[in-house]
């Protein structure tokens, strides 16, 4: 793919006047800025070694919020649905608990997962691999709520607009996006208020959230506030601006949605505190982890050893949207292994082992690779 890019190290306001896009500053070969620290600290990634789990705790799944953390009150909350319905709806939590209710569990990562591995880097939230988490989300199924309210039969689209507020690109905005009719109308699209059987925690969109099976996590929108069914496409920023791939600052690009295949490993061994690099010892290693993808169940997964590809056992699924996990015996010599994982999808699709370079640094789904040292 062609690249085009401003090598900048620093974001100012000439940069976010020359591109109005999602990130202020061009992409860069340059050291980490302080901006995007200050990203990673207010967001968090999952630990790897949190893929042994079937299920991931809140507190180690993945956070990104682009603005501050609302502070709601459940006893004053509510929400409206309006635009091209029958009859606008207006809900308290305590309605929406007496709805009937599902449990799906779902994968959900980032857009922006891997951005931080791509060279030159794009500038923004600075996800290495870790930016996912499965979880299992409960609540009201959207088609019901819409069916209730009565979705008129020249609607596209339906837009969820949440509670936080702030300024990106120089545009301030609630944090928006918007589905497809046919997309909003699935089963499995829920409006959660539960994960993993307990309420929703602030940072993941308490008390109502939107969960979509499949897609990058951009479009399970937190803290809903209303759901509007329009009948001409929704042009608001995290839509027309955010979350797009591009070629550069001035490609309009295409949007992105489903998640791409994507398979991670457990690292085996132990850790050095500062620089991550792995140590195990001789002998018989079981190599574990998942993989996922939004675009069809994962049929195969296949694990590296120094470039030679063996395939990997692959366990049941927990659901259709959710991540599989994968295993695979290895007996470690001694001396210097990189290891790697590779997953396909039923679609055909297959993780790249080079990087899929964009503007924004969007769904990078390049292949794993772990250096360990056995001795």
Same mark, same amino acid.
């Given at each position: 793919m062609k690249q085009t890019y401003t090598?900048?190290? $620093?974001?100012?306001?000439a940069a976010a006047a020359e591109s109005p896009a999602a990130h202020t500053a061009g992409p860069t070969t340059g050291p980490i800025t302080r901006e995007e620290l200050q990203l990673g600290a207010r967001n968090h990634s999952m630990p790897l070694e949190a893929l042994r789990r079937d299920v991931t705790p809140p507190g180690l799944h993945y956070v990104l919020t682009h603005f501050d953390i609302p502070d709601i009150d459940e006893s004053s909350w509510h929400l409206r649905i309006s635009g091209a319905v029958n009859m606008a709806i207006e809900l308290t939590m305590a309605a929406l608990r007496r709805d009937p209710v599902i449990t799906v569990p779902v994968t959900? !990562?980032?857009? #922006?997962?891997?951005? $931080?591995?791509?060279?030159?880097? /794009?500038?923004?939230? /600075?996800?290495?691999? !870790? @930016?996912? @988490?499965? *979880?299992?989300?409960? #609540?009201?199924p959207l088609a019901?709520?819409? #069916?209730? *309210? #009565?979705?008129? /039969?020249?609607?596209? !689209?339906?837009?969820f607009t949440g509670v936080d507020e702030g300024v990106q690109g120089g545009v301030p905005h609630r944090y928006a996006r918007s589905l497809p009719i046919h997309e909003a109308l699935r089963p499995d699209v829920v409006l959660a208020y539960a994960m993993n059987g307990s309420e929703l925690p602030p940072q993941h969109g308490f008390p109502l959230r939107l969960v979509v099976p499949g897609w990058y996590g951009m479009a399970s929108v937190k803290w809903l506030q209303s759901i509007e069914v329009v009948t001409t496409p929704f042009k608001g920023f995290q839509q027309e601006v955010a979350y797009r791939y591009q070629? $550069? *600052?001035?490609?309009?690009?295409?949007?992105?949605?489903?998640?791409?295949?994507?398979?991670?490993?457990v690292p085996p061994g132990i850790p050095d505190f500062l620089t991550r690099n792995r140590m195990l010892k001789p002998g018989p290693v079981l190599l574990q982890g998942r993989a996922w993808s939004g675009g069809g169940a994962v049929t195969s997964v296949e694990v590296g050893i120094d470039g030679a590809w063996l395939p990997a056992q692959l366990d049941k699924p927990a659901g259709g949207y959710a991540w599989r996990k994968w295993t695979l015996p290895w007996v470690a010599d001694p001396g210097g292994h990189v290891l790697s994982c590779r997953a396909t999808d039923a679609t055909g699709a297959t993780q790249p082992l080079e990087q899929n370079w964009n503007y924004q640094g969007m769904g990078n789904n390049v292949v794993q690779r772990i250096s360990v040292t056995v001795g």
């Open positions: 090598n900048q190290q $620093s974001a100012g306001p959900l !990562e980032c857009a #922006g997962n891997g951005r $931080s591995l791509l060279d030159p880097r /794009p500038v923004s939230q /600075p996800w290495l691999l !870790e @930016g996912v @988490g499965t *979880a299992h989300w409960t #609540g009201v019901y709520l819409l #069916g209730k *309210a #009565g979705v008129h /039969p020249h609607a596209v !689209e339906v837009v070629e $550069s *600052a001035d490609d309009a690009g295409t949007p992105v949605s489903r998640i791409r295949v994507r398979s991670l490993m």
